[in-house]
């Protein structure tokens, strides 16, 4: 199934768990903390109110840094993601940010690939399953994205199980991009 179709047939605690995650592997372009994030983690979790911890996350980032290491328009995307993230976890502006999410995480991995993605695929054919001469670190984030959404569609694994997995899928993706960004900036330096 394509990234899209997981999207279309995710639930709103599916599809604001996958907007998060694609926010949080992207963290590192804001030059933020591992932890940023971890409270929204944890309101997701429990089912409770993330406002504050939304709030909390906005506030901490402050005005937009650009670390070391990521452009300028990676930081703009990954502040975007951030600053667009519906004030709950439910209704249909979910939908809307947890898709936005995706592109986004998507055209921040393209941004800092140093390989090219190959035959002029869109991110948009990337997410519609069109994968051919895919750039490593674009076809690593589609297939977390992809992973993600399985995990938290897998009922057997239990709410809090399918949200754990899709966690550390997240942190995994994560310490990889904070590794690219980490390899450019001594590249420049």
Known sequence: MSLVELIAQADERGLAASGLACLDRCVPVLGADDDLLRPLWASLADGGDWGGPLADARDALGPAARPPGASGEAVALARRMLDAAPGAQRGAEVREWADGCSVAALQVHRLLDTAPDGAGGSVRARR???????????????????????????????????????????MEGRRVLRAVVSRRARGRG
């Open 128 to 170: 519609e399953g069109r994968t051919d001469s895919m750039s490593p670190l674009v076809a690593a984030e589609l297939r977390r994205q992809i992973r993600i959404l399985e995990l938290l569609a897998n009922r057997g694994a239990g709410p809090a199980g399918g949200l754990r997995q899709a966690l550390d899928v997240s």
